[in-house]
């Protein structure tokens, strides 16, 4: 019975377990100072908030959407060189303008039903 107790115990322990970083916070193999960073590591961007304490909290890109039930008719690229939220997909709403995509190409998406 005892060594129940101390198997569950151990497992226990082990799941609260985190790599305790001086200063910034671990995120997969790499170590953020505290503060807010964008990271690229997934498609095509997020954000990622270093607390303190080593808590780290995360948030990606919002859908590709257009505000007042807009038309979506065409998007706007990623762009890695941009901070969060920047660096996300936009959509190119119906009616609105887009300076930055005036004398620009974008893709107009081809959307299909079966």
Known sequence: M????CAIL???GGMVYSEKVRDGCLFGSDVFSVGIHTIHTTTPCSLLA???NGQIIT???PLVACNDEKEVIGIIAARSDKP???CCIK???KGTYYPEVDDKPY???EIGFE
């Open 59 to 61: 948030a990606s890109c």
């Open 50 to 52: 270093c607390k303190p």
């Open 10 to 12: 151990l497992i226990c």
């Open 84 to 86: 969060y939220p920047d």
């Open 2 to 5: 005892k060594g129940y107790i």
């Open 91 to 93: 959509p190119i709403c």
């Open 107 to 109: 893709h107009f998406p």
